[in-house]
């Protein structure tokens, strides 16, 4: 069933009220267009590349891809269970992993700590700061060495309360004798549906011609009032999937969506599929929502991709 207005409003109201008591908005927003190299972005928000080895023997069918929104890590301890038990997580080779953090009382990012209990290297990219210091971005784990890592800065909107700075993480890996590219990103909540594609674009146009590219799209099925508040579902005012639009976007650039069938991939918005993996220049071989999962708000969602890739 889905949530009453009333539910949504209020669900919004205390999200707007946690993250102004957190103080996360970030007020520099660099222009997108540009893949920024880690090792050029200094100060608070410089990202960290630490990679383990070379990894393990590339696979000889498939390679499985992950992508979760830990919200926040709030939950930091059920995240890492999750990989380090649940069947259909342990087998990842490469994690997309939004609302990854990171708190001076820890002593070293939750991206960090991740990365050291499954063994995978890692780069995680900061998009804004707490005034503690502790940090919020993206970050892409891998059971193979990261060769290259670069931050794009995505449009940014005035949400009126509130407005994230909004990143994308590329990273290329290096499977054995194999360069994979890989794209992580996560969208703003509250805009609507030309407002999101504008926000993807950049990140699609740059985009390798051989890449996966996977995330929280945040493609919920809301109109926005001031972009603050959810006001009724957009298809009572138009005929707009709005993970369907992303999809065919993805498909007129030439991608293919494994996980538009996938339904559900979080547990407060009934039917919403927020979170999604493209592929171009590789084929899926499956791909699934880990349902059993319930540190976050999002679910796990996965890709099989046949590996070796075809010769080019």
Known sequence: MRPTLTALFARATLA?????????????HPSPGVWVPFDAIAGQLAPEL?????????PTDALRVVTYNVHLGEDYA?????FLTDPALTSAAVLLLEEIESHPADGRSQAS??????????????????PDGGTHG?????????????????????????????IAVGVTLSVGPTSLRVIALHLD??????????????????????????????SNEFVWAFRVLPMLPIQAAAPVDVAGAIDELMRSRGFDAPTAGSGDTTRTLSDSRLDSIYLRGYA?????????VSASDHYPVWVDVAWPPPAP
């Open 16 to 28: 707007l009220a946690a993250c102004a008591f957190a103080s996360c908005n970030y007020d520099d």
């Open 50 to 58: 630490v990679n383990v080895g070379s990894g393990p023997t590339p």
């Open 78 to 82: 059920g995240v890492e269970q999750a």
């Open 113 to 130: 700590r991740l990365a050291a209990a499954l063994s995978m290297s890692y780069a995680y990219a900061p998009a804004w700061a707490y």
């Open 138 to 166: 993206i970050a892409v784990l891998s059971r193979w060495p990261i060769v290259v890592a670069e931050v794009l800065d995505l449009p940014f909107f005035d949400l009126v309360e509130n407005s994230e700075r909004r």
């Open 189 to 218: 909540t509250r805009i609507d549906p030309n407002d999101r594609l504008e926000q993807l674009l950049p990140a699609v146009d740059l985009a390798d011609p051989a890449c996966i590219l996977g995330g929280d799209f945040n």
């Open 284 to 292: 899926a071989h499956g791909s699934g929502v880990v349902r059993d």
